[in-house]
């Protein structure tokens, strides 16, 4: 079983990245998947997570408003939108999978990817 994050890059403030998630080995489309974020000399924190259908999200409240988090279970495949980046998005960021509830805690996840890493400059 593989999760393999891209989209990471550098961006000036107030620009936008996509990350996507693509799994493989086995399907997740019964399970939450999220992403959290781990910065220099940080714990990794919650950024988003969606239920199995993708009718239910959550957000860490500082990226509200500004990310999205989407999926295609067709393609076995997860989003994040990221728009009005600032410099403490600054991160790398990763996709985890295999949540049998909707949940911010990192325990809950099965598979975790390699990560993305995501530079916002001032």
């Known amino acids: 079983v593989q999760l393999q994050a891209s989209g990471g890059g550098l961006v000036q403030a107030g620009g936008s990245l996509r990350l996507s998630c693509a799994a493989s080995?086995?399907?997740?489309?019964?399970?939450?998947m999220g992403w959290f974020r781990q910065a220099p000399g940080k714990e990794r924190d919650f950024v988003a997570a969606?239920?199995?259908?993708?009718?239910?999200?959550h957000y860490a409240d500082s990226v509200k408003g500004r990310f999205t988090i989407s999926r295609d279970n067709a393609k076995n495949t997860a989003y994040l939108q990221m728009n009005s980046l600032k410099p403490e998005d600054t991160a790398v960021y990763y996709c985890?999978?295999?949540?049998?509830?909707?949940?911010?805690?990192?325990?809950?996840?099965?598979?975790w990817g390699q990560g993305t890493q995501v530079t916002v400059s001032s």
């Open positions: 969606i239920s199995w259908s993708g009718g239910s999200t």
């Open positions: 985890a999978a295999d949540a049998v509830i909707l949940t911010a805690t990192p325990a809950g996840y099965n598979y």
């Open positions: 080995g086995r399907t997740f489309s019964n399970y939450a």
